[in-house]
């Protein structure tokens, strides 16, 4: 299983959240709240700001596919590594 590990503002983070929640019909009536953990319980680096890690596949998907190169190129979202993202989850609360 590959994964993408990223980095973001509290407000980026939930915008995206909220965006594809709609885009893909969450709430739905399989019990499927949202699409990413929202922010007040994901994990935060030093600088505050949230942490995420999904499967590669997710960044493929319809929606999450335009929006990741754009907030990439913004510098609105970070790529980070592995082991930045584990280094901050493994202390985590």
């Given amino acids: 299983m590959s994964q993408r590990y990223f980095r973001s503002t509290e407000a980026v983070y939930e915008s995206v959240r ?3 929640d709609e885009a893909w ?3 739905n009536s399989l019990g499927t709240a ?3 953990e929202p ?3 994901a994990p935060r680096d030093a600088e505050g700001l949230l942490l995420l890690a999904v ?4 960044c493929g998907f319809t929606v ?3 929006l990741l190169p754009q907030l ?3 510098g609105a979202v970070e790529e980070i590594d592995a082991a930045a993202y584990h ?3 493994n202390a985590w609360p």
Avoid: M, N, Q, Y
Wanted: charged fraction near 15%; include cysteine; glycine fraction near 4%.
């Fill in 39 to 41: 922010a007040a319980s």
């Fill in 34 to 36: 949202t699409c990413l």
């Fill in 72 to 74: 990439l190129a913004s």
């Fill in 55 to 58: 499967k590669e596949e997710f």
């Fill in 25 to 27: 019909g969450l709430p």
């Fill in 64 to 66: 999450a596919a335009d």
């Fill in 18 to 20: 909220l965006t594809l």
């Fill in 87 to 89: 280094a901050v989850v």
